[in-house]
């Protein structure tokens, strides 16, 4: 029969391309990703049993088998799990059907570590691509479980693949890879075993190894998470995380143990060192494998674990889950919601001691993960306040991150509030002229540049006893603020003769464009900026409303003014000579100044530009 010919997705023969030209130091890692696809073929085969007892048949024995051709140059990973059908065969191995793939593929491009770009390939479930580091052409032929018919799909990873039917007796799948010239040392038995050994020493099935005549197993065959601790090295723990998250970094944190009580499971799991590519993405779905008494049942258990956890890896056991428990069921069982309270109280847990033993080591999980827990400060009532004392944030006093708890001990007395400011950036915060006044009293300001901050904020409103307070919202009350013991306790500035009347004209001047004119607190050295009004939404929320479209337009700000400043003193005087143009545009000009500094774009550039024109051609 004539082969079906098909491109591949272009993402594919990108990601193709990106992989032939891989200088990857490491190139043993398609073996890993290989074995790893094989043992969750059996795995998913052995769930779908529990319900089609027919499927397992006379072949109940599920593993992994390696064989070297050495004549042929073929090495061959072979399984008798789930296997795939045509259809299958195409949409797993010619697309990348997953959502998330164009982000994917950004990073990709983009990344230069050429390591890098290996694991983002094993995070994205894509590893299988890898065999073309070793390989100039890779046939799988598989039969589906319960079907008749077998398929052999072919590629030498150049943009297109064939499809053509095959004779295959047994279900499962076959993967021969024809290696390239350079690359003996994957038909060479010793070398394959020895990676084997490494790479699937934690897999609960058998890995055999056939080179000509003989056979060997080359793995112990049980799972990891059922041994003792004091038989498990960290590198056997290493290489489970690998194995189980597709990933190439080392796990920043390692939590294994049994439940045993009211329910019994077991849970390894893992708190990754760096931080996933699809973290942030709308999906948000965990990824932990939840199995019952050592068999398979899902890696997407959305009520195993929250959203605001769903960066760590690993497995959960029960023994108490029903065996034919199905994945629809799942969400209705009582034992789920126990498992996952005692998963969520057992990381928090680890995640304090370490924050208290090991603060700069805490320090690094926070700059990764940070912002996914301030998710659930503002989702997780029930764990709220366990989250805020692990919270750790920028601030204008201190270089290194500080807690809620070190900010409320060195208040101010007098200060009755926890100051922050929002922003993209840090840089961009610590320059805005909102923070003069509370640099000039030594207030210490939160500076805060997570999208979910603007929301967990609101959602808490205080943290013992003390409210949460904008720099950028309501008058900014510092009069209060007793200075430091022994600290100078400077008069304020007299305000320029004539405020009051420039006050007066800017109200008149600029109408419904700003919500208010009125003297500023907080400011110190700048002549005017923007604030919200108390009981408005802050100012950077409402930049991220509109830019998501949660908004139309954005409301009249409140505009202070310096009335130390030199500028406004002379504007004062000049009103006292009559308004006039210049005046009117002073007031839109100052307006327009207020909204660069805090990075608004100018409702009218040509305006801006005019008067400025104006101004200088005057001053000229």
């Avoid at 299958?88 to 059907?97: C, P, Q, R, V």
């Avoid at 969520?344 to 033993?357: F, P, Q, T």
């Avoid at 300001?445 to 919202?473: C, H, I, N």
């Amino acid at each position: 029969m004539v082969a079906e010919r098909h491109g591949f997705q272009a993402e594919v023969s990108r990601l193709l391309d990106i992989v032939a030209h891989s200088l990857y130091s490491d190139k043993s890692v398609f073996l890993r990703e290989l074995i790893s696809n094989a043992s969750d073929a059996c795995d998913r085969l052995r769930y779908l049993s529990l319900t089609q007892s027919g499927l397992l048949g006379d072949d109940p024995d599920l593993a992994v088998t390696i064989t070297i051709d050495k004549p042929n140059r073929l090495l061959t990973i072979a399984d008798n799990g789930i296997g795939m059908s045509h259809d299958e065969l195409i949409a797993n191995l010619g697309t990348i059907a997953r959502s998330g793939s164009a982000q994917f593929m950004s990073e990709l491009a983009t990344e230069e570590s050429a390591e890098k770009k290996v694991s983002l390939i094993g995070q994205f479930g894509v590893g299988f691509y890898s065999a073309f580091m070793v390989s100039d052409k890779v046939a799988v032929t598989s039969r589906r479980a319960g079907d008749d018919k077998a398929w052999t799909w072919e590629s030498e990873g150049r943009g297109e693949f064939t499809v053509t039917p095959a004779e295959k007796t047994s279900r499962g799948t076959e993967i021969a890879l024809h290696i390239k010239s350079g690359e003996d040392q994957w038909l060479d038995s010793a070398n394959v075993a020895k990676v084997v050994a490494k790479y699937s020493d934690h897999i609960a099935l058998p890995v055999r190894l056939l080179d000509g005549t003989s056979q060997k197993h080359v793995n112990q065959a049980a799972a990891l998470w059922t041994r003792s601790k004091s038989e498990i090295t960290p590198e056997q723990y290493t290489e489970f995380y690998h194995h189980i998250a597709h990933a190439f970094d080392a796990p920043w944190a390692t939590l294994h143990f049994k439940a045993e009580g009211k329910i019994d499971y077991t849970g390894l799991i893992f708190i990754p060192s760096s931080k996933p590519f699809d973290l942030f993405h709308p999906d948000r779905k965990q990824s932990l494998k939840l199995y019952v008494k050592r068999v398979f049942i899902t890696d997407h258990c959305e009520d195993l674990l929250p959203g605001w956890l769903r960066f760590l890896k690993g497995i959960v056991d029960s023994e108490d889950l029903p065996l034919n428990i199905s994945r629809e069921t799942l969400q209705a069982n009582p034992l789920i919601a126990k498992i996952r309270a005692g998963l969520i109280k057992r990381v928090l847990s680890e995640l304090g001691k370490i924050a208290e033993n090991e603060p700069e080591r805490y320090l690094k999980f926070w700059e990764t993960f940070g912002a996914v827990l301030k998710e659930g400060i503002y989702e997780d009532e029930a764990n709220r306040a366990a989250l805020l004392k692990l919270a750790r944030f920028r601030s204008t006093t201190s270089e290194a991150p500080v807690s809620l708890a070190e900010y409320i001990g060195r208040m101010k007395d007098g200060q009755n509030g926890i100051y922050t400011i929002s922003g993209d950036e840090i840089e961009a915060l610590q320059r805005s002229p909102h923070l003069e006044g509370f640099r000039k009293k030594g207030v210490e300001v939160l500076l805060l540049t997570d999208a979910v901050d603007e929301f967990w904020m609101q959602a808490v409103g205080e943290y013992e006893g003390k409210p949460f307070k904008s720099a950028t919202r309501g008058a900014a009350d510092l009069a209060a603020v007793k200075p430091a013991e022994g600290a100078k306790d400077e008069k304020p500035e007299p305000k320029a003769e004539g405020i009051d009347n420039l006050i007066a004209l800017m109200r008149l001047t600029l109408k419904d464009a700003v919500k208010d004119v009125r003297i500023s607190d907080r400011l110190t050295d700048s002549a005017c900026c923007l604030v919200a009004a108390e009981g408005d939404l802050d100012i950077h929320l409402e930049k991220l409303l509109r830019q998501h479209k949660k908004l139309e337009a954005g409301l009249p700000r409140v505009l202070e003014i310096n009335g130390t400043h030199p500028m406004i003193a002379s504007l004062a005087q000049a009103v006292s000579k009559g308004a006039n143009e210049a005046l009117s545009d002073a007031c839109f000009l100052l307006l327009d100044q207020a909204r660069i500094q805090d990075g608004e774009p100018l409702p009218d550039p040509a305006a801006f530009a005019r008067r400025m024109n104006a101004f200088l051609q005057r001053g000229l």
